[in-house]
């Protein structure tokens, strides 16, 4: 009895100490989890819990209030901005499922030529900012635009692809589509091919097979997809401010900060909705997902069964194809046509072709290229850090609380753009440099802002980079003599190479073409990235043109980056496969 | 699970299955080479041979999901080459179950039933009856991954039954289950396809499943159909080296055929002369094929001839003892009943193997 005592609290206090022993193990460590902290604190969470403390105080006394809401309550322009973002967003998602569910199913299901081709073009709308985008749409299906000129010719009639939130809508499918197809291909391809056999010999097959068994298999990642869309279209700022809609929530929370000011609480109260719907989103999508992680691909699977098309199948999928992937890739040919445009309006095609646009622009707009090089370059390189540091701390040590960094971080995707800077005006408006100037007017917000925004992203790429590191390859060169340090340098680096590229360019390629936070910061032409020079051209007629060739300027860069890091990984990765 | 099932309507529904000239090649990858196979009304038959013979592809075949370059499958008289596997009325129950995770146990076995539009109280007997056969009448509202391997594996059988197949096919329905549960589960499955009558496939790499629940096997090799029949007669009489070795242990003694004057002699490589006896048909070049309990150390029996050996090593089994024997230039097994207090021989010491002529077979090289 005595005995079991003593050995009890001998290993009570060993646990303890070891404990105790761990936390205190690497002082680096330590240092380093605090300064990710700190780093968490001052950008994401101070400025975000500004936003909601001002949305719940009185303005003036600072008392705690729930005034303000009652005002959005009782405001019908607020009440109807909210419904027109839900009914935004959820017919944008029905949209972009129309485009993504045939090519998903075609480029998956069945030995289709140039499914690669499709699932590569399938990314591209990603790559140029949605507002871009919604230029050229209203060139190509506006009310006097390519497609209602020649219907009206030939048919006499006129499709309001563009009419109000009509337009958003499908600026918004075709932008953002690319997410539910990536998701939804995988999880088809992930589907046993044993699932589908088992009910085909059991007799079903066609439509019937597809509703009953495929489509159910794929659920959890076209609702991974699905609620992506819903959340980024119920934050975008930019793509209902160019197309003059006013009255949805992102664009009121902005105007309102804008025009009326800084410390007028309803852009606050809007702010505090706008978050509450996307962690409501993804909460929902959370629990419709729960216990349906059917990995189902077992051995002997490998994804469904490619069957070969009959002639007749063969021309409807390629029809079907070809009709998607015009209307998602039109963005870009139009904005391809009014880069070289001299006058484009009231007729199908540009009426003469110039270089004039590209000249100006690589003349006095060279700058905003420049800023977002350096922004985006920057953003990237932090949220690698970052994510790297993040992952290696919540994988390899045993750091008390290290949890909490990568919830943090996490957390950044429930919050919008417009959001975040808004909370940056206020908090920083008030902090002023030595000289006088606001810390929110410095650059470097901009920076900070894209990089906070941009770290969930990053954090998954690196966290699965060092997941797939075995710790046994870090003991053999710990046994061999290597410090911890080292090691980190030597072994775990290098390995997780492509996984910090790849985040470092999701990173990048979507701070390039970020607006939605950073239209708040920017205080000077000079200090602007291209996103808002493509912003404030588009708004003129004038403009157009220019704009237009500083979007397939943005677009090219952003591709060119992308391919080229594509190529590196694939070549470390085959480097690392010999090695092997 | 004892009572009586009451689908009995299947028993008089078996059909066979026809298998003729069937070839197939996955491009340059010929897998099956001109099978040919009857399987009779009601008979549980297994396909058995090592990994990668082309079973799997057989069974598939069968079921609709891959077409032969050549030859036909008759099922119940009926060629069914031309239909699709949803139009076979071919019953398969998968390697890996493929049980869809996002319906219970009931929707999963009802699935086929609602497929052929059968009215819903109808459905729900059969699916009642169907879980009821197997034993799981009680987990019918659970989903898929809240039961046991041995518990899926069932509600696959299930399922698959509950459509009233012509053929049941099993594609290795035992190999993600336990040992133990093996056993169990394949006597269940014996007893199950007695009492429903129901032709049925099973293929395996296991010789021991194979012949403890299968009325005949055809064995399989390099996808050429190697012998047919039941158990009993591929262990007693395989009609090559491949069948005698693959079911159970079998001693190959290589040599030649000699004849001095009318009579003939086996030469066993290293110079041990047996004679042949004279009812025998053995080909020019062929092999000595016996099993190590046909053979004994000393004479067993009278009719045995006695060769010269000598011990390599020698294994305790429990109740028997198996010696390694050097006969000539190969060396043998042979195995001894134990009794109690008796030595092993050591290895080294000199031998005379008593060998049973009437068990041994001689097999083209
Ligand atoms: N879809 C396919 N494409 C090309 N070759 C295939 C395909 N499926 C099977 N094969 C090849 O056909 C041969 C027979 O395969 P099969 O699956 O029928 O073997 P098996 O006898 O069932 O083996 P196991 O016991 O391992 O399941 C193998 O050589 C295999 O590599
Ligand atoms: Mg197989």
């Known amino acids: 009895m005595a005995g079991a005592t003593t050995a009890g609290r001998a290993r009570a206090s060993s646990t303890s100490s070891g404990n105790f022993k761990r936390l205190l193990a690497s002082p680096g460590q330590i240092a380093l989890a605090f300064g990710i902290a700190l780093f968490l604190l001052l950008f994401l969470v101070v400025p975000v819990g500004t936003v909601i403390y001002v949305a719940f105080t009185e303005k003036g006394t600072g008392e705690f209030t729930l005034v303000n809401f009652l005002d959005f309550a009782r405001t019908d322009l607020f009440i109807r901005s909210f419904w027109n973002s839900v009914y935004v967003s959820a017919m944008s998602v029905v949209v972009a499922s129309v485009f993504a569910l045939p090519l998903a199913y075609i480029t998956t299901r069945f030995e289709f030529r140039g499914a690669m ?75 046993d091919r044993a699932m589908e056999e088992a009910a085909q010999n059991l007799g079903s097959s066609g439509f019937r097979l597809f509703r009953r068994i495929v489509f159910p298999l794929a659920m959890p990642g076209y609702i991974a997809g699905a609620s992506l869309v819903f959340v980024k279209v119920f934050d975008d700022l930019a793509t209902p401010l160019l197309l003059n809609v006013k009255d949805m929530l992102a664009p009121q929370a902005y105007l309102r900060v804008t025009s009326i000011g800084i410390a007028d609480p309803m852009g606050y109260v809007i702010s505090v909705v706008l978050i509450c719907m996307s962690i409501l989103a993804m909460w929902i999508s ?83 290229v420049k800023n977002t090089m350096i922004y985006a370059s920057i953003a990237g390189l932090i949220d690698v850090v970052l994510g790297t540091a993040i992952a290696y701390l919540v994988l390899r040590t045993k750091l008390i609380g290290r949890e909490w960094l990568d919830w943090a971080a996490t957390a950044a995707l429930a919050i919008p753009g417009v959001v975040l800077g808004i909370g940056y005006l206020r908090t920083f408006y008030g902090v002023q440099l030595p000289d006088g100037t606001p810390l929110a007017a410095l650059w470097i917000m901009i920076v900070l802002a894209l990089a906070i925004r941009r770290l969930p992203y990053a954090l998954r790429a690196c966290y699965a980079a060092l997941q797939q590191i075995s710790v046994s390859l870090e003991e053999a060169a710990e046994n061999l003599g290597a410090t911890k340090l080292r090691t980190i340098r030597r072994i775990v680096l290098p390995l997780m190479g492509g996984g910090i590229l790849a985040g470092f360019v999701t990173s990048f390629a979507t701070a390039a073409v970020e607006l939605s936070a950073t239209l708040m910061l920017v205080q000077s032409n000079s200090d602007a990235p ?51 | 699970m004892n009572q009586p099932f009451p689908i009995t309507s299947l028993e008089t529904k078996a059909v066979d299955v026809d298998i003729r000239n069937v070839d197939l090649s996955y491009g340059a990858n010929h897998v099956l080479k001109g099978i040919n196979l009857h399987i009779r009304p009601g008979e549980f038959f297994a396909f058995l041979g090592p990994s990668g013979c082309g079973k799997t592809t057989l069974l598939r075949l069968i079921a609709g999901f891959n077409e032969a370059d050549g030859g036909e499958v008759l099922v119940g008289g009926r060629d069914v080459a031309h239909l699709p596997p949803w139009k076979r ?123 403890t629940i299968c009325d005949r096997i055809a064995v399989m090799n390099d996808g050429i159909v190697q012998q047919v029949g039941t158990p009993m007669e591929l262990y007693e009489k395989p009609a090559n080296l491949f069948v005698a070795n693959f079911l159970g242990t079998a001693n190959i003694l290589p040599g030649r055929v000699i004849r001095v004057g009318g009579e003939r002699f086996f030469d066993i ?86 060998l049973s002529l009437r068990s041994a077979l001689w097999l083209a090289a």
């Open chain 2, 89 to 211: 009325d071919v019953g398969m129950v998968f390697q890996s179950y493929a049980l869809w995770p996002h319906m219970t146990v009931k929707r999963n076995v009802a699935f086929g039933l609602e497929e052929r539009k059968v009215p819903k109280a109808e459905i729900d007997r059969r699916v009642a009856a169907a879980l009821e056969l197997v034993g799981l009448a009680h987990l019918a509202d659970r989903r898929p991954s809240q039961l046991s391997g041995g518990q899926q594996q069932r509600v696959a059988v299930a399922r698959t039954i509950a459509i009233e197949p012509k053929v049941l096919l099993l594609d290795e329905p035992l190999s993600n289950l336990d040992a133990k549960m093996r056993v169990q589960v394949r006597r269940e499955l014996r007893d199950l396809q007695q009492r429903l009558g129901l032709t049925t496939i099973f293929v395996t790499h296991d010789q021991e499943e194979a012949n």
């Open chain 1, 286 to 368: 959370a629990r419709a997902m729960r216990g349906k992680d059917y990995a189902t691909v077992q051995r002997g699977g490998g994804g469904l069964a490619k069957r070969r098309m009959r002639p007749w199948e063969s021309a409807v999928a390629y029809g079907a194809v070809l009709l998607i992937l015009f209307l998602v890739l039109a963005p870009h040919l139009g904005l391809l046509l009014l880069s070289f445009a001299t006058v484009w309006s009231f007729s199908p095609l540009p009426d003469a072709y110039t270089l004039a646009h590209y000249g100006r622009v690589f003349g006095e707009s060279f700058v905003y």
């Open chain 1, 530 to 580: 291209l996103a808002y020079g493509l912003y404030v051209f588009m708004q003129s007629p004038a403009g157009r043109g220019p704009g237009a060739a500083l979007g397939v300027i943005a677009v090219l860069l952003v591709a060119v980056c992308t391919f080229a890091s594509h190529l590196i990984i694939e070549r470390s990765q085959k480097a690392k496969a010999v090695g092997r």
């Open chain 2, 269 to 354: 490589d290293g110079g041990v002369r047996l004679p042949i006896p004279t009812h025998v048909i053995v080909p020019d070049e062929a092999k000595l094929v016996f099993r190590p309990q046909h053979a004994s150390l000393g004479r067993g029996g009278t009719g045995d001839v006695l060769l010269p050996g000598t011990v390599v090593h020698s294994e305790f089994l429990g109740s028997t003892l198996r010696y390694g024997v050097k006969i000539g230039a190969a060396e043998v097994s042979i195995d001894t009943p134990f009794h109690s207090g008796e030595a092993l021989r050591q290895p080294g010491s000199a031998v005379e193997i008593g």
């Open chain 1, 117 to 191: 081709l499709i699932q590569t073009l399938g990314f591209l709308p990603l790559i140029m900012p949605p507002f871009v985008g919604a230029v050229a749409m209203l060139l190509l299906f506006g009310r006097n635009g390519s497609v209602n000129l020649l219907l009206d010719d030939w048919l006499g009639i006129k499709i309001p692809f563009m009419e109000g939130l009509n337009g958003v809508i499908f600026v918004q499918a075709v932008h953002y589509f690319p997410f539910i197809l990536i998701n939804l291909s995988a999880a088809l391809r992930n589907i």
